[in-house]
């Protein structure tokens, strides 16, 4: 292997780390199929990450909410929190995300959402496969490494901290066609142990008083 070859592994070896805890495989990026007539207003609101692929910046968390909300330009505001246990204070970021394709007709659940981290803007595709609004949604995000590989996000939120019956078999139709069952990770939403020390919280019961 020239010196050239050497540093080009050595580059998306570096990569793969940087996306570690992400679905890392051969292979370039699929064109799955998304959600269309994606209505904005609908999905805003309060979602609770019911599985997961694992994530760098979700390493650990439990308890994990998304909450999507309008900025005054239109946009998205994002705002991801979670328990990292032992710890009882939450953890959050906060991002934007846009509509990729906004003048596509009919209107496809693919957005872009960037967070700045250190000053360094980090953007993600999140297309929503499927969706009813009101009681599930399963979202996909892929992006390339390299030239040979591609690493996968993927999160099934629930408008309730548990899936109904009906709610879980739309959901597992998704995971069965596009996910890998393997790799999805359950996130802990038990009430008692996602209690919240913070009186501001309202997603999750207040903790008891020691």
Not at 65 to 77: I, K, P, Q
Not at 162 to 180: F, G, K
Request: net charge negative.
């Amino acid at each position: 292997m020239n010196s050239i070859q050497l540093l080009a592994a050595a580059f998306v070896l570096g990569l793969v780390g940087l996306t570690s805890g992400q679905l890392v495989s051969p292979g370039v990026c699929q064109d799955f199929p998304v959600h269309v007539n994606f209505d904005v207003p609908r999905y805003l609101g309060l979602w609770y990450e019911i599985r997961r692929y694992e994530q760098v910046f979700q390493r650990g968390g439990e308890c994990v909410t998304a909450e999507y909300s309008l900025n005054d330009d239109g946009s998205v505001r994002v705002f991801n929190s979670m328990l990292v246990p032992p710890g009882q204070v939450r953890q959050s970021d906060v991002g934007r995300a846009v509509v990729a394709f906004p003048d596509e007709s009919p209107l496809e659940a693919k957005l872009n959402v960037t967070f700045d981290a250190t000053a360094t803007d980090i953007s993600a595709n999140y297309w929503v496969l499927g969706t009813d609004y009101d009681s599930y949604a399963v979202v996909w995000g892929c992006f390339g490494v390299g030239t040979t590989l591609r690493a996968e996000s993927a999160w099934i939120l629930s408008r309730t901290p548990t899936l109904t019956p009906q709610a879980e078999a739309e959901v597992q139709r998704y995971v069965d066609l596009y996910l890998s069952e393997d790799d999805l990770r359950p996130t802990v939403q038990n009430l008692d142990f996602c209690c919240t020390i913070d009186p501001e919280v309202t997603a999750y019961p207040q903790c008891p008083t020691q």
